[in-house]
Every structure is written in structure tokens, then in C-alpha cells.
């Protein structure tokens, strides 16, 4: 019992080590420092060093050469890495998956000593182990919509630029140093890549995998058509840009009529954890008969699937697609 505890509680320690040293592995190492130091050498600063470091990341999907040729051979490492950026975050897919393991490996430990019940433990540990990614789908989710939210205002200026007589390009630039992250970090690396000789076009199918916006799709467009085709380009984008407050507008309104929904989502979700920590701050015994015995056991590992497939069947009826 003794060896079977202190064996549990050396891998919970590995674990929860594991997990620290992951999160902050891509923020203190050797390479970022690397990077930074060549772009203050260089004088690079402001949005043209953030979009310029952007280029410079290593193409590398972990630091550990056995994990980052399996992740090449998958698909999930693809997956992940698109999922990255599109979340802006400073990580890469090898760290994701090794956090999701150890986050998992952590759970099942503590739940299996808890419970007493392998099953138990493998219903929590998937739940507990997806919350890197879960965080990473935030993330985009957030970044897409605080994008799409100064897109308009991006194009005011494109456009107040270009009746004043600059270029495209140098428009492009000025939204960088003119528009808060993320608009103006996602124009700035599309500028810094037409400074390196990539095409318009391909610049900005590069921006749309990295940031997946109608909106932005409906910008691409315009400007596409308008490099084939000519015209005022200044009017096409304030077209565009009274297009998307429009959008945004309705995209406004239909979540005010989804409130109540999302509300009563946010409620059934809360209102369990709410009354356990209630019944184990009045009668402790009352609910540890649930972890201890094997009915409860299934009773509490039933609640949670039916959990999931509630905030599932709720995210589907509120999420309306215009």
C-alpha cells in the first residue's frame, strides 16, 4: 500500500513538473532570446520587429527530434501547428500534445486514488488532459473576433492613405503601426512578406489560413478582383469596409437574442459544481458515498457525459451562421 502511494505521488510530481516546465519552455528559451537579440542588433522595433521575428520562428512542430518526426508523419501535428497560429499563441504542437499527456496522466492519478476506480479515472482523465486545446480553440476564437472587430477601421485608414496619395503597400505598413494586435501584427507580416517578394495574392492566402474570417475572405476578395480587373480601389474598400460594420452589426444583434440561451447554458454548467461544493462544505459524507462507491461512481462518470453532450447540443442551437 505504502510503495503503491509513494509511487502514485512520484508521478504526480513528474507530472505536474512535466506541465510547468512545458508552459514555460517557449517563453525563456535559448531561441526567442536568439531571435530578439538579432532584431535589437538590426534596430528593428514596434510592429515591423513582431511581424519580422513571426517570419524567423523555426518550421519545427517540437524541440524533441523523435516527437517532431512523428508529428510530421500525422495529421494532428498539422492540425495543431494551423491551430497555433491561428490562436497567436508562442507554443508549437509538441508542447501541446506533451501538456495534454501530462495534464492527463496528472488527473487520472489523483482521481484513481481518490475513487479507487481505474474506469473513473480514464472517464476524467481525456476531460482534464483536453484543456490545452480547449484554451487553444479560445484563443482563436477571441483572436478572430477582437480581428474582426478593427477590421473596419483598418480599412478607413487604407483608404484615408490612399486618397492621400500613398501606396497600397506603404497603407498597409501605416495599418501596423497604426492598429492594435491582432489586426495590425497579421497586416504587418503581410507587409514585411511583399517587402521579401511573395505575391499579394499568396500573402494574403497566408493571412486567411492563419486568421479564418468571412470577413476577411470578403476583403481578400476585393482586392484580388481589383488587381485583375482595376478601378477605384479606395471606393471598393469603403464598400467593403461598410459591408463588414453591417455584418458586424447583425452579428451583434443575433448574440443579444442568444443571450438567454448561452445564459442558460452557462447556468446548467455552473449550478453542479455550485451545489457539490455546497453539500461538501455542509455534509462531506453525503457526497463522498458517490466517489466511494461503485453505483456513484457510475452515477458521477453518467453526469459527466451528459454534461458534455448538453454544452455540445447548447453551442449548436446558439451558434447561428450568417
Do not use: C
Not at 538590426?42 to 524533441?64: F, Y
Not at 488532459?129 to 478607413?156: N, Q, T, W
Not at 466511494?292 to 459527466?304: D, F, I, P, S
Amino acid at each position: 500500500m505504502l510503495l503503491t502511494i509513494g509511487g502514485m505521488v512520484l508521478a504526480a510530481i513528474f507530472f505536474a513538473t512535466l506541465t510547468v516546465f512545458l508552459a514555460l519552455e517557449t517563453r525563456f528559451n535559448w531561441q526567442a532570446r536568439a531571435t530578439k537579440k538579432r532584431l535589437e542588433e538590426v534596430n528593428v522595433s514596434g510592429p515591423a520587429a513582431q511581424a519580422a521575428s513571426s517570419l524567423l520562428r523555426e518550421d519545427k512542430l517540437s524541440s524533441i527530434p523523435i516527437l517532431n518526426r512523428i508529428l510530421l508523419r500525422k495529421s494532428v501535428g498539422l492540425h495543431l501547428k494551423k491551430l497555433i497560429a491561428q490562436a497567436g499563441a508562442a507554443t508549437n504542437p509538441g508542447t501541446v500534445i506533451l501538456s495534454m499527456l501530462s495534464l492527463g496522466g496528472l488527473a487520472y492519478l489523483i482521481t484513481q486514488y481518490i475513487t479507487r476506480n481505474a474506469l473513473f479515472g480514464l472517464v476524467v482523465m481525456p476531460i482534464v488532459g483536453s484543456l490545452p486545446y480547449v484554451y487553444l480553440r479560445y484563443r482563436r476564437s477571441k483572436r478572430i473576433r477582437d480581428f474582426e472587430e478593427l477590421l473596419p477601421e483598418a480599412l478607413d485608414v487604407i483608404v484615408g492613405s490612399l486618397r492621400a496619395g500613398f501606396t497600397f503597400e506603404l497603407a498597409m505598413k501605416l495599418v501596423a503601426q497604426e492598429i492594435p494586435d491582432p489586426l495590425g501584427f497579421e497586416f504587418g507580416v503581410v507587409f514585411e512578406e511583399q517587402n521579401l517578394g511573395v505575391p499579394l495574392a499568396d500573402a494574403l492566402g497566408e493571412l486567411r489560413e492563419r486568421v479564418p474570417s468571412d470577413d476577411l475572405d470578403l476583403l481578400a476578395v476585393s482586392l484580388l478582383i481589383h488587381r485583375r480587373t482595376g478601378g477605384n480601389l479606395a471606393e471598393i474598400l469603403e464598400k467593403t469596409a461598410s459591408t463588414i460594420r453591417d455584418r458586424f452589426r447583425l452579428k451583434r444583434e443575433i448574440r443579444t437574442k442568444t443571450a438567454h440561451g448561452r445564459f442558460s447554458g452557462l447556468v446548467l454548467v455552473v449550478l453542479p459544481l455550485v451545489m457539490i461544493a455546497i453539500i461538501l462544505a455542509l455534509n462531506p459524507d453525503y457526497f463522498l458515498v458517490l466517489l466511494h462507491e461503485k453505483a456513484g461512481q457510475y452515477m458521477l462518470m453518467g453526469a459527466v457525459v451528459m454534461q458534455i453532450v448538453g454544452i455540445f447540443i447548447i453551442r449548436r442551437i446558439i451558434d447561428i451562421k450568417i
